[in-house]
């Protein structure tokens, strides 16, 4: 069985770190967080330090931490009409919409939740400081990092969704020795190491008080940012900033492009992000390997949960909406109260899971074949609720199959184009990869065509209803 637990050193060693940075956060960690060479924060054992196994506890891919069940039990299990699914783990209400007031959706990834909502914390004094990641606006490598804010304005700089390496180690000294209420905004394995951690150091349960969570399909290193410009014409070394989620107007909310600055270039590229090669994240190029073992999707373990509303429905507005999951009755009354700036409905727990169907299925069926895999060869892995299995259809086997090897070739071709200073490199060799992949997603004709009629007499069906 893979499954005993193992300390920190070896969740580096083995791939499954994340760099949330929350295990070099706890007090006297010999641990510290540094970027690899392929761009992504890891955990570092400190050379005159040695190893403390009881740091992993708080690591969201150690045997020795709680689950998301567990914790999210713990923090939400009592509430008055609380509702449990697999999916979307402890849920009171949801919704789908955004925000009607100010520019709050212009200006924001979806439907401009996440701000306001972090906005009206402090409007209310709910909170006195938002934790979340903002551009790093000083000549260094980096392009955004976490920090707190504690104005409208620096909140709302922060506003859209950062497809980059970012940690949690310095953010959270400063939670350890500023008293003060805390919003933490993340993805969701850092907000469920952060409630880890609170277990072991009670001053976070006490200061952060509010924790928003974002719906997550992996986490990207820093190439992927750093291709995007070099398609774009800016090298690597000279990329300044970069906004993933340009709402073009007049197009659907999937439809969006990105726009990158460069040292020495005048003006911002934007371009369709369906232009860039990298663009697809079912192919996840430049992903975290630990987002190939991750089953948590909805931020369970955080007080509400929001992402895109990928549904048919919400998608043709350009203007984006919001998918929205509350757990938490404190905020659920806060949304209650501000509900004339908010232009929301709410949904069933199926809209919601339909929404992010394409996570579940590579983070739960796509995971049960991944962890099979491990167990066929003997290599360790972090448990989950998903059990190993090789239950399902040759072809989604292959394609989950085809999709591992898929992020190092990525890395190879970068490297290389690198070396020879040419993105033609890169384009050349990751294309026909992407090319074998897609081939996979194509059924012969005969079978498109049964599911076609089946489609078409299911909306007959539906319309006489
Ligand atoms: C890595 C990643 C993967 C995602 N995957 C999905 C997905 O598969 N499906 C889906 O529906 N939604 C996904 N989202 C969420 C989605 O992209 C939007 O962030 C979310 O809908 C909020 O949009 P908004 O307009 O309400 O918020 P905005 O007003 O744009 O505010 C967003 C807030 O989130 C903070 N933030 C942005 N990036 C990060 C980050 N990396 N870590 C911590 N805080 C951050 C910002 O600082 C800001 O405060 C993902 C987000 C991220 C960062
Ligand atoms: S706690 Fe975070 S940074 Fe530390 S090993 Fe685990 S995933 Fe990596
Ligand atoms: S997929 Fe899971 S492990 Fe990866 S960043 Fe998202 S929440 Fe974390």
Request: aromatic share 10%.
């Amino acid at each position: 069985m893979m499954s005993e637990g193992i300390g920190i050193q070896e969740i580096v060693n083995n791939g499954y770190c994340i760099g949330c940075g929350v295990c070099a956060a706890v007090k006297h960690s010999p641990y510290s967080i540094q970027m690899d060479q392929e761009g992504k924060y890891q955990a570092n054992l400190d050379s005159d330090k040695t190893d403390n196994e009881s740091i992993a506890r708080v690591c969201p891919f150690a045997n020795e931490a709680l689950n998301e069940d567990e914790i999210g039990k713990k923090l939400f299990g009592e509430h008055r009409g609380i509702h449990h699914d697999a999916y979307l783990g402890y849920h009171l209400k949801n919704f789908a919409g955004g925000v009607s007031e100010d520019t709050y959706r212009e200006k924001g990834s979806s439907g401009g939740f996440g701000s306001w909502f972090a906005v009206t914390l402090l409007e209310e004094h709910l909170v006195d400081y938002v934790i979340h990641v903002r551009p790093i606006n000083h000549s260094s490598s980096i392009l955004f990092a976490y920090t707190i804010s504690t104005t409208k304005e620096e909140v709302r700089e922060g506003a859209k969704s950062k497809y980059y390496p970012i940690e949690l180690s310095n953010v959270l000294d400063v939670v350890r020795n500023t008293p003060g209420r805390y919003l933490l905004i993340g993805i969701p394995c850092f907000i469920k190491a952060v409630r880890l951690l609170a277990e072991q150091e009670p001053i976070f349960k006490e200061r952060i008080v509010f924790t928003m969570g974002l719906v997550c399909g992996h986490l990207k290193t820093d190439r992927f940012a750093k291709t995007i410009g070099w398609e774009l014409g800016i090298h690597p070394d000279a990329i300044e900033s970069i906004d993933f989620r340009v709402k073009i107007p007049e197009t659907k909310a999937n439809s969006y492009g990105v726009a990158v600055k460069g040292n020495g270039v005048e003006k911002e590229i934007t371009s369709p992000m369906k232009d860039i090669l990298v663009h697809n994240w079912g192919h996840g190029l430049f992903r975290y390997n630990a987002c190939d073992y991750c089953d948590d999707v909805l931020a369970e373990t955080s007080d509400i949960t929001i992402g895109d509303a990928w549904l048919p429905e919400y998608v043709k507005d350009g203007r984006g909406t919001n998918i929205i999951v509350v757990r938490n009755p404190v905020i659920l009354s806060l949304l209650e109260k501000h509900c004339n700036k908010l232009a929301i409905e709410e949904i069933s727990a199926e809209k919601i899971y339909t929404s992010q169907a394409g996570g579940f299925r590579h983070r739960r069926e796509g995971l049960s074949y991944r962890l099979y895999l491990k167990d066929l060869k003997k290599e360790w892995r972090p448990n989950k609720r998903v059990k190993p299995s090789n239950q399902m259809s040759t072809r989604r086997k292959r394609i989950y199959e085809h999709r591992i090897p898929l992020a190092s070739k990525a890395n190879e071709a970068y490297q290389d184009a690198l070396s020879a200073n040419d993105f033609s490199i890169f384009k050349n060799n990751i294309e026909p990869e992407l090319h074998r992949y897609n081939k996979l997603y194509h059924r012969p004709l005969l079978v498109r065509v049964v599911i076609r009629l089946l489609r078409y007499l299911r909306n007959m069906v539906d319309v006489r209803k």
